[in-house]
Each structure stands twice: as structure tokens, then as C-alpha cells.
């Protein structure tokens, strides 16, 4: 199991960009697939990215592509999202996850590790 800390929110105004950041503990971090997801009041927090662990290989929520990017450096044992374009709608609070699984990242369903979020809002 991997610990994970998020970073890099913020306020910004769209069509801005926010880079977020997640660290995890860990010595096998590289065998983790890892997402994004995000999570606004009153809704059910939503699958945003995710990124295998064998191949690199990613995925998007149809919201966010060409304007968000996943990305994982295994020697700092961080996976990044990189925000640009962002609108009004992208605000919420952003939670990294962890899990040996790449479909369950990307389903959401019964992950092994989450951060504790960060919030980002976009103004207009």
C-alpha cells in the first residue's frame, strides 16, 4: 500500500493552468496504475485520469481531453496533472489514487490508496 499526498492547488481564472502533483510513499510505487479524480459538493466524485503502470499507457474523462495531461515521474515516486485551458467547471476538489488495478483506477471502484485532496477553483 502507498500513501499519497496531493499538491498544488489553487485559485486561478480561466483559461489559466494549475500543475497538481502527488506523492507517494513507497517502495513499489511504480507498480501502481494512479488517477485523478475530482469532487464537487453535493456530487460523486469523478474519475478525471489514469495511468498505467506497465506502459504508461493513459486515459481521460471526455470533459478534460486535449487540456489536462497525466503523467508519472517513478523516480520521484509522483504522478502529475497538468491543467490548462481550465473553465469554471473544472473546480473542485482534485484526489490522487492508487491501485494495482488499471481498470479499477479508472472505474473508481474499491481503490487502495487516496490522498486527501486538493482544491482547485477557476474563476470566471
Known amino acids: 500500500q502507498v500513501q499519497l499526498v496531493e499538491s498544488g492547488g489553487g485559485s486561478v481564472q480561466a483559461g489559466g493552468s494549475l500543475r497538481l502533483s502527488c506523492a507517494a510513499s513507497g517502495r513499489t510505487f511504480s507498480r501502481y496504475a494512479m488517477g485523478w479524480f475530482r469532487q464537487t459538493p453535493g456530487k460523486e466524485r469523478e474519475f478525471v485520469a489514469a495511468?498505467?503502470?506497465?506502459?504508461?499507457?493513459?486515459y481521460y474523462t471526455d470533459s478534460v481531453k486535449g487540456r489536462f495531461t497525466i503523467s508519472r515521474d517513478n523516480a520521484k515516486n509522483t504522478v502529475y496533472l497538468q491543467m490548462n485551458s481550465l473553465k469554471p467547471e473544472d473546480t473542485a476538489v482534485y484526489y490522487c489514487?492508487?491501485?494495482?488495478?488499471?481498470?479499477?483506477?479508472?472505474?473508481?471502484?474499491?481503490?487502495?490508496?487516496w490522498g486527501q485532496g486538493t482544491q482547485v477553483t477557476v474563476s470566471s
Open positions: 495511468i498505467g503502470w506497465s506502459d504508461g499507457s493513459t
Open positions: 489514487a492508487a491501485d494495482k488495478r488499471l481498470g479499477a483506477v479508472i472505474r473508481g471502484l474499491d481503490l487502495t490508496s
